[in-house]
């Protein structure tokens, strides 16, 4: 079953100027893909309509019911006064609200040990390790460490930090969510060659869905399986990393001018044909200007 699904998607920012103008395709769970064109062919509109930040105005778009989306092209807005280590620590809001749960329980089991809330307890520990909430600590190191982003900039205020060191904590973040579906719009922007060996080698072993927008041919070489191109609004399909897509589509375009030649040379032969046909019409055969003219 499909993870993603769009069909006959159309959207526009202007009457009459379709970007995309019946787009479809489908992602299966745990596929590789990246998305390419041209800047302005709507890639990046395409991330946004997918995570439900903007509409669209035909079509259909679809994704596995509970699914978890990720979006990194955009940083979104923390508190003020919230520490890099705060943004990282976000992404276990759930967990951090488990813990806290499961202390305010301990306390009160210590004067009230009811069937309901041992269950309410052995539920919450039980989900909070599979969840993996013993290693909230180990992972956000392991993350921090593996893209570059140093203690001392763990304890800045978030709101100081550079675009680009913003964009390198978001991604951590949403990595650290374990989202199920990763859309990357240019990922490698402000990474620096070992931090994105990192990053792709997190998505070789990533299991969820990962579509990526990138310009770093290096990159989708490496992590993509296969590639759509979104071309005047709609897709084309290439079953293979960047490399293969630059050969194949060289392939289909020699394929298509050859074609191209090849009517051409015969337009100029029935072209000539038909002028020759109306030439001897002139000349007395009438009947030939009909057949010059089909």
């Not at 909430?133 to 190191?141: L, P, T």
């Not at 900039?153 to 390198?168: A, D, N, Y």
Request: aromatic letters at 8%; hydrophobic letters at 35%; glycine letters at 8%.
């Amino acid at each position: 079953m499909a993870e993603i699904t769009v069909n006959a998607l159309v959207k526009s920012f202007e009457i009459g100027n379709n970007i995309l103008d019946g787009l479809s395709f489908t992602v299966n769970p745990g596929e590789r893909v990246g998305i390419l064109g041209p800047n302005g062919c709507g890639k990046t509109t395409l991330f946004r309509i997918l995570t439900g930040e903007i509409g669209y105005d035909e079509g259909q778009v679809s994704l596995t019911p509970g699914k978890r989306i990720g979006l990194i092209s955009q940083i979104p807005v923390f508190p003020e006064d919230w520490t890099t280590e705060d943004v990282l620590k976000s992404a276990h809001r759930r967990l951090t609200e488990m813990s806290r749960r499961m202390d305010e329980l301990t306390l009160l089991m210590e004067r009230d040990q009811s069937p309901a809330m041992l269950r309410e307890y052995d539920k919450l520990s039980d989900d909070f390790r599979r969840l993996g909430g013993y290693q909230m600590e180990v992972d956000r190191n392991r993350v921090a460490n593996g893209l570059q982003i140093p203690a001392a900039q763990r304890s800045q205020l978030f709101s100081s930090l550079s675009g680009g060191e913003k964009t390198r904590v978001n991604l951590a973040r949403l990595i650290l969510e374990d989202t199920d579906i990763l859309l990357l719009d240019e990922p490698t922007n402000h990474l620096d060659l070992r931090a994105t060996e990192w990053l792709e080698d997190y998505i070789l072993h990533f299991k969820g869905t990962v579509l990526a927008i990138s310009h770093d041919r290096y990159f989708l070489d490496r992590v993509t399986q296969r590639c759509i191109e979104i071309q005047d609004g709609k897709a084309e399909f290439y079953s293979g990393n960047y490399s293969f897509y630059v050969a194949e589509r060289q392939r289909r375009f020699d394929e298509k001018l050859k074609q191209y030649e090849k009517d051409q040379a015969k337009i100029e032969q029935l072209t000539r044909a038909a002028e020759q046909m109306h030439l001897w019409a002139i000349m007395g055969a009438d009947k030939l200007h009909k057949r010059a003219f089909a």
